[in-house]
């Protein structure tokens, strides 16, 4: 069954250091998301990416965070200058272009990064 | 913005059934999703409503009442192995996409022998 591949699963940083998180994204999926997980609270949108572009931001991500996505495959978080705050597990998730599909997104494994 | 309830935790026996209320309010409604989250883990879809009323899958049903703002999760013959959070999670209704999720705090969901 295809599924949403994130690199790495850990990530430790210092603090004002830039991150890099991956997302390999289900192949044929259009849309794709990044959310993080606070340790013990709930699942936040950060981001979500359509057609080359940002259709929506919440407002955790500010001018220290931006999307990519490089080649056909990859979608990319980066967090320019890392702080404390930053330390949680993101999710990248992707769903379909068409019918029922469309309306599911599946969540990747996550990247858990730990700013020091 | 979304405010969505969904209680801390719940506790039942193997075999039993166990039912997630879910309450939300919200300015724009485009459907509302259940998933489940074991610990250090990724969500993983179990079920979604766009329209009032039951959709069955297995051991997982969903239920709602988009008039009364209500969901509910119904887990059937529980497992240990459904020992896990559930997120209820609302996606809004926007121009540019197919919408964010705003997910709810999740149940803990404690399965006993």
């Known amino acids: 069954e295809p599924e949403v591949t994130q690199t790495p699963s850990h990530q430790v940083t210092q603090m004002g250091q830039e991150v890099i998180l991956r997302c390999v994204p289900i192949s044929n999926h259009l849309y794709f998301y990044w959310y993080r997980q606070i340790l013990g609270q709930k699942v936040e949108f950060l981001v979500s990416f359509y057609n080359n572009e940002i259709s929506e931001k919440s407002e955790i991500f500010d001018d220290q965070f931006s999307v990519e996505r490089p080649d056909g495959s990859n979608f990319t978080l980066k967090i320019r200058s890392t702080k404390l705050e930053d330390s949680a597990m993101y999710f990248c998730?992707?769903?379909?272009?068409?019918?029922?599909?469309?309306?599911?997104?599946?969540f990747g494994a996550g990247t858990r990064l730990s700013v020091l | 913005g979304q405010n969505i309830d969904q209680p801390t935790e719940m506790t039942a026996t193997e075999g039993a059934i166990v039912q997630i209320n879910c309450t939300y309010q919200?300015?724009?409604?485009?459907?509302l999703f259940w998933y489940q989250q074991h610990a250090g883990e990724a969500p993983t879809f179990l079920s979604y409503?766009?329209?009032?009323g039951l959709e069955e899958k297995g051991r997982f049903s969903s239920f709602l009442s988009r008039s009364k703002g209500y969901s509910y999760l119904l887990l059937k013959e529980l497992q240990m192995k459904d020992s896990a959070s559930y997120l209820c999670a609302v996606r809004g209704m926007t121009t540019d996409s197919w919408g964010k999720l705003q997910f709810g705090a999740g149940t803990q969901v404690v399965v006993t022998p």
């Open positions: 919200t300015s724009g409604f485009n459907g």
């Open positions: 409503n766009v329209l009032d």
């Open positions: 998730a992707s769903s379909g272009d068409r019918g029922r599909a469309k309306n599911i997104q599946y």
